[in-house]
């Protein structure tokens, strides 16, 4: 069977001119030399009949220019503005080269790996294959670990250094799971359960609570009654088992948006996710998530997308199959399999990690699938982290949350109170893997000018600033395991702004034009006013008082929080439906 194929492969090899490189005798070159982060230990060998799941991410030549045509299509000054590309287009300009393909291919079936179970993403950018342990060793030339995480206890099979043979190195980007351990977290900063609050500052912590309708007064949603789009949808995302409990969300409705009630959530499992009802294992981020998102949002349909993923085996020696803790790549390409029509126009997403925990090279292909997602006409949302300015290193340097660092993604901080200001908790700053984009450079230079030398060498100046907006983020009231409690984060904000896109993406679809897609370009270009722009509250972190929020844009609270009439106008949609 091996030997047909490669039979077909030489087949192959003649229309595509393979290169004239010397393959016999493999030379391999490190690929990745990363050691496991801080809080992971080395902790015992893997079975080598153990399964894992291999991605293989292929280079992709021509990805400039789906960045490129990226930028045209969102700016809103270019004619193209929203031309969002196809399925088809996207895929062209993600794919690999084909004697990449043809390479990689050969290597893997010279190396045994069964080539009929090889799946594909549809830009054929990735294969993913499930292999023994002992032949990812073989492929990879290095040694897989079974690695525990010491605070969680949460164990994976990582081999942070490997190698691959020098000829692969122009046509395979990255493979996982190798170097990228996941430290994953939802953006719940607190659970006000009556007077319990935890890990919140005080002045958070005075600070009332806020409830759906006040939210809606706030951003201008109040007595909006969106016109009825069947294919307008909104999604939220969940990863680590964090379930939406459909009894809470009944009685969240029942007690804060009555007409809704009986209202469904389309839930969509992914990679082996379960979607338990039992109420003690509901998941508080997940609820917030379906409960505010699906609020504001109401009546746009919602759906639920459960990723599963997360290291918790205690017996390294059973499966590491479905044991990813890599969740994006997975979730990212699963959407992206699907066609136009079964895609969500807004995605919100609460969850995030430190900069620093996640390999350059990961991060950069992750951010590129988002890339993809927008050129498909996909506005994608992201909390910004909850550390403030925070995630010290040593020295002191202000460390960067992943993916809201990613430029082609809307990274969303917090605010608080009525006046808002900032949140102290809002994630905020610099990434040092991404530069700053060109749609944001007027607002962040600006930024940088006022401070001046303020926190030289704390952070990259010539990274890409994040957030891009903000919401209300403390004490908004939820039901969780059948009781009210009042929840704080940026997991908050994500899908509360996320609702209000949702809604401008349904007007738009109403009026017979086409949704946002990537919001960036658009959400910077907008006049001042239009967006609640915060001056005040800042977000200390790492020793320091943080960044401030400031008249424009800051990394604090980004360019403001949402009010939907004016950016209903601003789309030329008059606010028309705003009515008594
Ligand atoms: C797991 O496998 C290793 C080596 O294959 C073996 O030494 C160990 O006893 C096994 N542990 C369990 C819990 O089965
Ligand atoms: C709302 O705030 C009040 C006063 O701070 C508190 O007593 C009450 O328990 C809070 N409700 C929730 C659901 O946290
Ligand atoms: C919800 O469904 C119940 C049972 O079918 C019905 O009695 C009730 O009127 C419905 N409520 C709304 C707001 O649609
Ligand atoms: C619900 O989940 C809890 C916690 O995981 C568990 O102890 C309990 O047995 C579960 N209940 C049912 C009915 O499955
Ligand atoms: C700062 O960011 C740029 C990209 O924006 C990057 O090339 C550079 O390595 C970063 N510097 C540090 C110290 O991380
Ligand atoms: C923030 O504002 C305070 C009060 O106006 C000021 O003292 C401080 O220097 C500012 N910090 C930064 C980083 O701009």
Not at 311 to 333: A, K, R, W
Not at 545 to 562: K, Q, R
Request: with cysteine; glycine share 8%; net charge neutral.
């Amino acid at each position: 069977m091996v030997f047909a194929l490669l039979t077909t492969l030489v087949g192959f090899a003649c229309a595509v001119h393979l290169p004239n490189v010397v393959r016999p005798g493999t030379y391999f070159a490190i690929k990745s030399s990363a050691k496991a982060p801080q809080g992971w230990v080395k902790y015992s060998t893997p079975s080598p009949h153990q399964v894992i799941t291999l991605r293989i991410a292929l280079q992709q030549p021509n990805f400039h220019k789906l960045e490129e045509e990226l930028l045209e299509i969102s700016n809103p000054a270019n004619p193209r503005w929203t031309e969002h590309l196809t399925k088809e287009q996207v895929e062209k300009l993600a794919a690999p080269h084909p004697t990449s393909l043809l390479l990689v291919d050969e290597y893997l079936a010279s190396n045994g790996v069964d080539m009929s179970s090889v799946q594909r993403s549809p830009a054929k950018d990735w294969l993913i294959i499930d292999v023994t342990v002992a032949q990812a060793e073989r492929l990879l030339n290095t040694e897989y670990a079974v690695f525990k995480h010491v605070q969680s206890g949460s164990e994976i099979v990582r081999a942070p250094s490997y190698s691959l043979p020098l000829y692969l190195h122009d046509h395979v980007d990255i493979v996982q799971p190798t170097d990228y351990f996941g430290s994953v977290h939802a953006m719940v900063s607190g659970v006000r359960v009556e007077k319990h609050t935890s890990r919140i500052s005080d002045a958070v912590l005075a600070s009332p609570n806020i409830s759906l309708s006040q939210i809606k007064d706030l951003y201008g949603v109040t007595g909006y009654f969106p016109p009825m789009i069947p294919t307008s949808k909104y999604a939220l995302t969940g990863y680590l088992e964090q379930y939406a409990n459909l009894a809470d969300l009944k009685q969240f409705y029942a007690l804060y948006l009555p007409p809704a009630v009986n209202r469904t959530l389309k839930v969509e499992l992914i990679n082996g996710a379960i979607n338990s009802q039992n109420a003690s294992e509901a998941g508080v981020e997940a609820n917030i998530d379906v409960q505010l998102g699906g609020g504001i949002s109401y009546p746009i349909q919602n759906i639920f997308y459960s990723t599963y993923g997360r290291g918790q085996n205690t017996n390294p020696n059973i499966s590491y199959h479905d044991n990813g803790n890599e969740p994006y790549d997975v979730f990212l390409l699963t959407l992206l399999k699907k066609k136009n029509h079964e895609l969500p126009q807004t995605i919100s997403t609460s969850y995030g990690e430190h900069e620093t925990e996640v390999p350059f090279s990961y991060a950069r292909r992750v951010c590129s699938l988002y890339a993809q997602l927008g050129s498909r006409g996909i506005s994608v949302l992201h909390s910004s982290g909850d550390g403030g300015s925070d995630g010290c290193t040593n020295p002191n340097v202000f460390v960067p949350i992943f993916p809201a660092s990613c430029p082609y993604v809307t990274a969303v901080g917090g605010t608080f109170r009525i006046p808002e200001i900032a949140a102290p908790f809002s994630g905020g700053g610099f990434s040092n893997y991404f530069q700053r984009p060109s749609y944001q450079s007027l607002a962040v230079l600006s930024y940088l000018r006022k401070l001046g030398k303020t926190y030289h060498g704390f952070f990259n100046a010539s990274g890409r600033g994040f957030p891009d907006v903000s919401a209300q983020s403390a004490h908004v009231e939820i039901v969780w395991i059948r009781r009210v409690v009042a929840a704080s984060g940026t997991s908050v904000s994500s899908p509360i702004f996320g609702a209000i896109i949702a809604l401008l993406n349904n007007a738009l679809m109403a009026d017979g034009r086409r949704p946002l897609g990537f919001l960036n370009p658009w959400l910077y270009s907008l006049e001042d006013g239009i967006l609640n722009d915060i001056t005040a509250g800042s977000n200390p972190g790492c020793g320091s008082n943080g960044f401030n929020a400031t008249v424009g844009w800051d990394p604090v609270t980004g360019l403001g929080t949402p009010y939907l009439c004016r950016l209903l106008e601003a789309l030329g949609l008059e606010g028309n439906r705003l009515s008594a």
